[in-house]
């Protein structure tokens, strides 16, 4: 396969990655902006992007703003506010059209960085902050969709899971924020933490597309006025504690289906040499159809239309997920802890090894076709300070045995059982 | 083999029609390591009643083209995502109203994934107890959407627009109703449909066309199939105006959800005809209602939509409607402003200006998504399937005027067509 090389540099304390190619008809650009989940900045950090896309200096009316998008060939412009281990993740994306394709007279990437630039440091002002109209609206608009996270019961069910699995640990922090905290951001207040985020961040922007190193570092410094005087890196993630006891946690709710999570913790994280174990472990027990939970809740039992599970590898975390019969928590359940039993006791087939192994280097081989998703696998790298390429984790991969599979197993210890169920007595 | 260049898009594509009348369409993608491959029939939640020439009509229960599509997965030696996985693919299948869909994405073993894509699906095996199974799986997957606040918005708005026409019934179909499938009434609809005239299949990525099409001959040719005549699909004459004016529906959410639309009158067009006027809808809307309107803006600043506000068109020969909405505090004064506003603008039609920036925004924003091979298959099939081209999209983009785009508003929006849908809390 074509060895994916990013190109590295830095301009005002920002970490540059560039991967000069022509395979795409864009331009994908993304910045990366991090600090450390914590309960005094969540929700300042959160709304920050929120505020940002309504106006800047030479855009102050959110109408200018997106026509000037839309005049860039329509370039797409979004961002996410994730969490990721044990920090809180503002990432803002561009995709804008390589040139090539339309009639435009200036350089469409000069101009995407233009843009991205002013909308991360010259944001519209008002006295001495944002501007008040669209901080008020912004904040609303952050509570709606923090008060929306029941409207979809399967996040809900996943959202309160890991509310009550890391009660106490900042992890059980929405990336969104906490609803109590917004009432009191003003304008001046979220100014200064924007400015504070800026600061303190970690940074880091990605480009994929047909350009260079050079060009994009000079486009920073041109467009960038950040004031910088660090460049701060990512701590990596310390080593999960093994839970004391199993909680189980029911709640009710008007639902036609139960929603059944479970949450397991694991002491292996991205770093470790036994992540390509535990990559092996969460596909055979319950990542894809051929997996043992799927097999064996869906097929064998046709008790859910899903039944999966998800390792994430930043917090040493795994859930399963699905949604039931509210009549058939305990068969379902019991289904789901015999699945975890039979892992750990070794009960892995070669074909399962076989299949497992197939899937994984399938979904490492096609992310090189997805200008993002080699910007998100490369991220994994700056986050957690593990350089592995994805030509090492295929080796990698290929190399576990089910001795490995089994050993990663002994990692992984429930701690959470959380089951949304019915408003009737069952 | 035939090959047909795009030089606006730099894209080749190529195709054959079979002897027995499968359409085969590639594109090769240079570079890319994943190959993504559709096998799709024109057959879905609407077509329950039919008659294949020759033969006798029949009416068959809702939901069966989607219980057919579950239960293609099974092959008497198991389940086909076994052998997907054991070579490395990822499958899936969908099924939408006029279309079912069968997929894989694989980085190796190209044509063995190939091959086992046509040939399962030209490979049924329905038994009494495996299709009994399957009804345990979809009364979950019923359940599931059933408690789906933004399927339920949707799918109440086309049963208040239609009265008679099928596309107003959930695709998955009633726990009742697939209650009384058989592995008989499946046999029947999987002769009608899955013949292979009546069939695309569609291979997108690092692949080399002539060892596609060479395989897919031989493939074929080892197979069987006398000539199907011409399938004729029943409606009954769908009664202008709407079914009802206002469709409120009960389900747990954070804020009322609101979806309008118009359903439109005139029908019966296909090919470009119908493409142009799917794309001169969407620019319309686009125009109306987009995020850098004048009309969003106010909406957004009223506190009446949040980000959630979106709109979209839906065309095929035989129904056509647009949805509008999304969450809101105050539906029935969303509804006023937004009447007002279209009343305007009908009147007034749009401005040059901003015609030909929205028009930008439409070129950008398709090119974007021929960066993604699983867009392109989809949506070259679903245009093909209405007798269209989805690589004349770049060409009608740029011969649309604005008086087409102002009469196609003043034709859509009919407010005898019109129809509302909610979801609010108990």
Known sequence: MNKTIFERGSAGHIRIHVLPTNRFKTFAVSLYAGIPLDSETVTTTALTP??????????????????QLELMYGAGFGFDVYKRGNYQIVQIRMDTINDSFVQSQESLLAKTFAFLGEVVTKPVMENNGFRAAYVTTERENVRKKLESIINDKIRYAAERCIEVMFEGDPYRLHPLGQRADLDNIT????????????????????????TTLAEVQELVEKMFDLNRSDTPNYAPAEKNTQPKEVRTVKERLDVNQGKLNLGLRTSITYRDDQYASALLYSGILGSYPHSKLFMNVREKESLAYYAASRYDGHKGLMTIQSGIEIANYEKALRIIREQLDSMRAGDISELEMTQTKAMIRNSLQEMQDSAFEMIAYDFNRVLSGKERPVEDLLAQVEKVTAADVVQAAETFQLDTIYFLTGPKEE | MEAIR??????????ETMDNGLQVYVLP????????????????????RFQVEGQEEISVPDGIAHFLEHKMFEEPEGDIFAK????????????????TVYLFSATENISDNLETLINFVQHPYFTDQNVEKEKGIIGQEIGMYRDNPD??????????????????????????????????????????FYHPSNMLLFVVGGVDPEEVFRLVRENQAKKDYPPQGTIERKFDPEPSGVNEARRECKLPVSLPKCLF????????????????????????????????????????????????????????????FSAIGGDTKDPDKLLQVITEEIKNVTASGFRAEDFERARKKKIGGYLRMLNSPENIAHEFTRYRFRGGDLFDVLPVYESLSLDEVNARLREHIDWNQLAVSLVVSP
């Open chain 2, 84 to 99: 997907f996985a054991s070579q490395g693919a990822s499958a899936n299948a969908f099924t939408s109203f006029d279309q």
């Open chain 1, 50 to 67: 929120f505020v940002l896309r309504r106006g800047t200096v030479s855009y102050p009316e959110t109408i200018q703003f997106r026509e």
């Open chain 1, 187 to 210: 304008p001046e207040t979220l100014y200064e933490a924007y400015r504070n985020w800026l600061r303190q961040a970690s940074l880091d922007l990605y480009v994929v597309g047909d």
């Open chain 2, 261 to 320: 639309g118009f359903k439109e009158t005139k029908l019966g067009f296909s090919g470009a005809e119908l493409l142009r006027r799917d794309l001169a809808t969407k620019l319309a809307l686009d125009l109306l209602l987009g995020a850098s309107t004048k009309l969003y803006q106010k909406l957004y600043d009223m506190d009446l939509i949040s980000d959630s506000f979106s709109h979209e068109y839906n065309s095929n020969p035989n129904y056509a």
């Open chain 2, 151 to 192: 399927w339920r918005v949707y799918f109440g708005l086309i049963e208040a627009m239609y009265k008679v026409h099928p596309v107003h019934i959930d695709i998955a179909g009633t726990v009742e109703s697939i209650g009384t499938i058989t592995k008989e009434t499946l046999y029947t609809c999987y002769n009608a």
């Open chain 2, 6 to 15: 795009y030089d606006a898009l730099q894209e080749t594509l190529y195709r």
């Open chain 2, 29 to 48: 993608k240079p570079g890319f390591q994943k190959t993504y491959a559709t096998f799709s029939t024109k057959y879905g939640s609407i077509d329950n």
